[in-house]
């Protein structure tokens, strides 16, 4: 349980963190998964820069119609933004999921999605949110849509030298009602399965839906087909169920000793129907 | 000024905090990594990756190259100390001989095969990494029933049936009961392996005084003073010139109820070196390489007649030993046995158990330590039967009950239960729950579809180990109690609490005795050079062993108190109250202080009687005692995941005169967690490797604050005639009657799907799968 030795440098610019990190230096942010791989000598970096203290990765902002993250910002600090609770409460509420106290006082958003652990909270909302990721290396800076970004675990879309700089997310449009339902892992704390949800009812129609479903499998992902089933339904009982039912359509699930790949599958449908009438009741 | 103490309130029974929990909570205890001295190195292991594997060499060269490192030993260097003991013994018991560091093979993973000394951990750590060892991998098998099939890899080669033991006990007619029973019930019973998790894992400091040729050792244990026999057995060292110190204690739960290799290897490291000598034990290491728990197949035969009467009962165990045995490993279950006819009359029984040696880490003592695999096997048992005779489980339980006339007990297995009056604390508990509403609830919640289970469990169990006779080490307790010349009040107890609350409730009993006021009470204990020889704190023996031995000290010193008051009073008619001895006829008082003053100035001395109060007794408990209780739980199911709600938990629990109810009160919900904590989550899982896949806390589910249930406690008080002070011990009854009252709800819940039982841990998924096969 000890780390082999590695340099630290706690940066004190972004372009500095930048700098190092194209000489090769890994980004250490809350340290919730790069400590424990270190400690286990799972990983084994011989630099580390510090960008958990920068304050320019640390906001919560609103601008241009949708709302600005700051890569270092804490898991608490999003659960308990008065800006995210009123604009973007499907956020904030994954983000009262994650780990425990300990855990969400550290954890970072961007050390979270660029670690892109397939049984992480956020990744659900990410994607039923349609969130941008702004990736930064030390010469350019490009955006990356959460659909594109998450590729597989433990792998996202971010190139060698980049590190997320902020992950953006959209104001709510008046009358969506947002859930985030989750399975917990007993020991870990993460998502058996985690299924972020929007919806918004007008003229007793459904006419507005995403769907994100995190755990199942290798990486979080958009269930198209759930929104599509449900769109333009009234959002009876029996059609959120007949939606759900194809939430782990086609999707390859992972089985280990916590849950097998079919009770997975099966969690995903009931978590997706239960996600969808929380956010249905509290839609307009 | 002279302090005229008069004390007519009572301590005991009393709600009073713990005088541990500030140090404790405010950070500032000592625990063994806390130490630190100077010129100390740090001792890093090197530990098999194999769960069996032959070692053909070992190249500790480039460990040894890394400036810093001391010294790097291997198997060779350490073949001369040890074995690692095991104190149990049981007829034709196969031991093997459990080098400190592996020699030639490994036989489970993290089998420590080398040891690395540095100037600091970290340099320990990263030469750990480096040395080589070059295996040749053999087949591992790690499941009990597997290792016991025919052409099982041999855990040991000289022993290629795999078995340590067989043991065999019965009673009775157990054949004719059989024979003439109306209804006979099996069933499989699996008590899976725990990995106890002690928040503090070990540790060990060894410090070597070479001019004074002595050994310092602080590890943290249970044990102390068995510890400083074993390992200066061990080390080949006079047992007077090892000094085992036991500071601050981080849980225990049985798993430091032991000898460990590395408490030896430290030893042999600092007299080596010639340097102090620190190894705090990873959590990966705890995991691996400290004893787990359970780990039982049980195979189960009840009899009974028509009208419920249990006739028989008949057991086999197949208990999973692992690789070696550490100090108690194959006892244990020889406990399950003693304890198999829980609070039944039924003189019947059979019992085998089979030993059996796999890749793995060796179980051992977890808190209840073969008893909760008794009572989870006899309580399913009895449900089952009431299920097949369509009996309801108290009507059962009541009428199998030992009576409250037909104590003291003989049980079928060679126990004298002690006192009871089993039907109490049932009856509180169902009044508490309000049985026949939540029965009426559950049948309208049945007819609507809903799962909903009430599971009784009505335990009994074995504490205050015990008689000498039925120990593998002497089952006394001792004490000391000192009147100091201030009139303070020292106690040394040879038990060595670590976390039950001893230095409080010691204190409490010593204040009543003495009539002084409790602060002016210490009470040490865990350093051997401090206190007499002692046993420990294990088995709920603590306060129902190492009390009494208090007690009878108290009396001693009391006696001799009253003699120098009576000197200081000239009178030969003093009582001793309050504090002051009292002539009887003239109402003059003198202070203890006073007698305590006057007894070391010893300007004039009673007759035939020594200078100074200092007592000294050692205490053979005459029996054990016998807990027992009633535990309610009503569980409600989620048919779509599975999952488990608790929806209440009742606990009543006997475990006979109360010295403090809060620390009563702390010893049951934290026994309740452990007992929810196998029910619903914990399980040590290796593959078929050899490899323990729950390795982390991040798979192996521990029980969580916010996961607990409100804990309806209360108590029936039936105090045991073994001891004066009526106590029976309560650490382990909440873990013991925890898990068949949840396993029995659960099956309850879904009996109307016809599910008859359900092995621990009562996972979503397990449950889960039972609804769907119903709905197929």
Known sequence: ?284 | MATTITKTDLLVGKRIRRREDPRLITGTATYVDDIKMPGMHYAAIVRSPHAAAKIRSIDTSKAAALPGVAAVFTGRDTEHVGPVPCGASLPGLRVPHHHILATDRVYFVGHPVAVVVATDRYIAADAADLVEVDWEVGTAVADPEKALAPGAPAVHPQWPDNKAFDFHQEHGEIDQAFAEADVVVKQRITSQRLIPTAMETRGVVAEWRAADRALNLYSSSQIPHLLRSLVAMMLGLEENRLRVCVPEVGGGFGSKLNVYAEEALMGFIAMKIGKPVKWIESRRENFLCTIHGRGHVDYYEIAAKKDGTITGIKLKIIQDLGAYHQLLTPAIPTLSVLMMPGLYKTQNIRADIVGVFTNCVPTDAYRGAGRPEATHGIERMVDMLAAELKMDPVEIRLKNFIQKSEFPFPTATGLTYDSGDYSAPLMKALATAGYEDLRAEQAKARAEGKLMGIGISTYGEICAMGPSPATPAGGWESATVKIEPSGKVTVLTGCSPHGQGEETTFAQIAADELGCDIDDVLVVHGDTSLVQYGIGTFGSRGTAVGGPAMYFALQDLKAKVKKFGAMLLNSDDVTLSGGQCIDNKTGATKSLKEIAAASYRAMQLPPNTEPGLVSTHFWEPPNFTFPFGAHIVVSDIDRDTGAITIRRYIAVDDCGNILNPLIVDGQIHGGVAQGLGQALWEQAVYDDNGQLITGELMDYAMPRAHLMPWIESSHTCTPTPVNPLGVKGVGEAGTIGCSPAVVNSVVDALSPLGVKHIDMPLTPEKIWKLVQGARQ
């Open chain 1, 1 to 284: 349980m000890i780390a082999q030795n590695f340099e630290y440098t706690a940066a004190t610019t972004l372009d500095q963190a930048l700098g190092m990190i194209a000489q090769g230096a890994k980004p250490l942010a809350g340290g919730m998964s790069l400590i424990p791989m270190m400690k286990l000598r799972l990983a084994a970096p011989e630099r580390l820069v510090d960008i958990g203290r920068l304050k320019d990765l640390n906001y919560i902002r609103e601008e241009g119609g949708a709302i600005h993250i700051g890569a270092a910002t804490t898991h608490y600090e999003v659960e308990n933004s008065a800006l995210l609770r009123g604009k973007c409460p499907l956020l904030a509420d994954t983000a009262a999921h994650i780990g425990d106290v300990q855990v969400r006082n550290m954890g970072t958003i961007g050390g979270s999605a660029a670690h892109a652990d397939p049984s992480a909270d956020y990744p659900a909302a990410f994607q039923a949110l349609e969130a941008k990721f702004v990736l930064k290396g030390a010469k350019k800076e490009r955006s990356v849509a959460a659909a594109d970004f998450f590729i597989d675990t433990f792998t996202t879309a971010l190139e060698p030298g980049e590190i997320i700089r902020e992950v953006i997310v959209p104001v709510e449009d008046q009358g969506v009602g947002t859930s985030y339902q989750k399975m917990v892992q007993p020991a870990s704390g993460f998502a058996i399965v985690g299924v972020a949800a929007r919806v918004r009812r007008s003229g007793g129609k459904i006419t507005f839906v995403r769907v994100g479903i995190t755990g199942l499998s290798n990486r979080a992902y958009r269930a198209t087909s759930v929104e599509k089933a449900i769109e333009g339904k009234s959002g009876s009982a029996s059609e959120i169920q007949n939606a759900a039912a194809l939430a782990a359509e086609g999707v390859d699930a992972n089985s280990d000793l916590h849950a097998s790949a079919d009770y997975r599958r099966h969690m995903a449908v009931v978590y997706t129907t239960r996600a969808l009438a929380a956010a249905l009741a509290r839609s307009a």
